[in-house]
């Protein structure tokens, strides 16, 4: 005779926040892998040793990719994803290293990050 358990389904599960803060987290790591280390090589490194004309990067041109949407979007991009993807690591290494900050912890490491976002948002509109 086979014994079937049968496993109570939760109905109404308790809505969680944790989607959107995994979604930032991911969004932020792949920027920061994908996109960060060509904007070092291209700032850090061609510039200087000459290989693109430091021109490219004048402050009228930059000025002006800064102003435009989707300059403004790539410079909040670059600043706001990688900070909610540290903050969320943050956040989720204290608790893995046994540092229980509970929801303090949680609001101090997003307030963190949505601060951040902020002031990337103002200073694009402010350019």
């Known amino acids: 005779m086979v014994s079937h358990t ?5 109905t109404a599960p308790k ?6 803060w995994w979604g ?8 920061f892998a994908m996109l960060t280390p ?6 850090g490194i061609l510039v200087p040793m ?4 430091a ?14 949407i989707i300059g403004g979007l790539f410079i909040i991009a670059t600043l706001a994803l990688p ?18 900050t509970g929801v303090v912890g949680k609001v101090a490491c997003y307030w963190f990050a949505s601060a951040i976002t902020l002031l990337a ?5 402010m350019v």
């Open 6 to 10: 049968h496993t109570k389904v939760d």
């Open 15 to 20: 809505r969680s926040d944790e989607p959107i």
């Open 24 to 31: 930032l987290f991911g969004a932020g790591g792949t920027w």
């Open 38 to 43: 060509i904007t070092i090589f291209v700032i």
């Open 50 to 53: 000459g290989l693109l004309d």
């Open 55 to 68: 021109e490219a990067l004048s402050y009228e041109r930059v000025s002006s990719f800064a102003s435009s």
């Open 83 to 100: 900070m909610w993807h540290a903050m969320h690591r943050l956040h989720h290494g204290m608790h893995d290293l046994k540092i229980h």
């Open 121 to 125: 948002i103002v200073f694009v509109l």
